[in-house]
């Protein structure tokens, strides 16, 4: 059986990519997600804003292969601005909780000059294993 990849309906294409890849063993691993809408538009351009859009993002990702925020294993967040990172951890964490709740994985920051998409903020990839 060979891979599925995961686009959730109604999303835009991915041009170049896929969002995610489910192996048939049930491990979905999901590109890196920044914060804009499946039409691909930024509605934020605050971190806070742009953050919680990836992370809704993420989970429609994982919906859309059967899973939820409780099968995530794994989060690798890419950030440009460190400062503000640290200035907002409560912002974050109420962030967080609302579209993940209180499930937490194997995470890793990691501070970045720039990425792809100039608007973007952050980017977040995510592994999840999803029971078949």
């Known amino acids: 059986m060979a891979h599925e990849i995961i686009h959730p309906e109604g999303w835009a294409p991915a041009k170049g990519y896929a969002n995610g890849v489910m ?4 491990h979905l691993f999901i590109g890196g997600q920044i914060g804009w809408t499946a039409e ?13 859009q990836a992370l809704r993002n993420i989970l429609a990702i994982i919906e859309a292969a059967g899973g939820g925020p409780e099968h995530i ?8 601005d460190k400062a503000e990172y640290l200035a907002r951890q409560r912002e974050v964490g109420q962030a967080y909780r609302r579209v993940l ?31 078949r």
């Open 23 to 26: 192996t048939p063993e049930g």
């Open 73 to 80: 294993t794994r989060l690798t967040w890419f950030v440009i």
């Open 101 to 131: 709740g209180r499930n937490f994985p194997a995470m890793t920051m990691v501070i970045v000059a720039g990425l792809v998409e100039d608007e973007a903020l952050v980017e977040i990839e995510a592994t999840a294993a999803i029971p």
């Open 40 to 52: 691909q538009v930024f509605e934020s351009h605050d971190f806070i804003g742009q953050m919680e």
